[in-house]
């Protein structure tokens, strides 16, 4: 019975998905690599999906680069809840990795898609520079 494990972890690795992922709506992309620009793409994704407005002020706050902080509250709040109108229970398709930035194609239940990008600088823990969004329709 001890094989069970490993052979879960196992397929876990062939998929590359973690084991965990059947927790989340967004399945976290290639969080083995543990890039700066992945890991802020998870976070966004995840704030969309969320329905706490704590949450995403939260995240805005400690995620965002000071310049881009310097659009008001209210916009990021707007493109964050927009995006949740379409995107609540997304589904990630494609990632798209180039240096300090990512591009996630997600789609909705409703085949929506849209492409999203993320520009982060270089510090660790990195900041959001930018944050492009794109109908992929």
């Known amino acids: ?3 069970l494990p490993a052979a ?3 397929m876990a690795c062939m998929l590359n998905r973690p084991l965990y992922a059947a927790n989340f709506n967004v ?3 290639a969080y083995q690599q543990g890039t700066e620009p992945e890991r802020l793409m998870n976070l966004f994704l995840k704030a969309v999906q969320s329905n706490n407005e704590n949450e995403v002020k939260k995240f805005i706050n400690e ?3 000071p310049r ?3 659009i008001p509250m209210a916009a990021h709040l707007k493109v ?3 995006l949740h109108k379409d995107f609540a229970h997304l589904i990630v398709a494609q990632t798209i990795k180039n240096g300090t930035k990512i591009t996630a ?3 909705s239940p409703v085949n929506k898609t849209k492409r ?3 520009e982060a600088d270089q510090n660790i823990p990195a900041k959001i520079l930018i944050i492009d969004l794109k109908d992929d329709n």
């Open 80 to 82: 964050i809840n927009d």
């Open 8 to 10: 879960l972890l196992l």
């Open 68 to 70: 881009f902080l310097e």
């Open 105 to 107: 194609i997600i789609k």
């Open 63 to 65: 995620n965002y680069s």
């Open 116 to 118: 999203v990008t993320i």
């Open 1 to 3: 019975m001890k094989l």
């Open 27 to 29: 399945l976290p992309i």
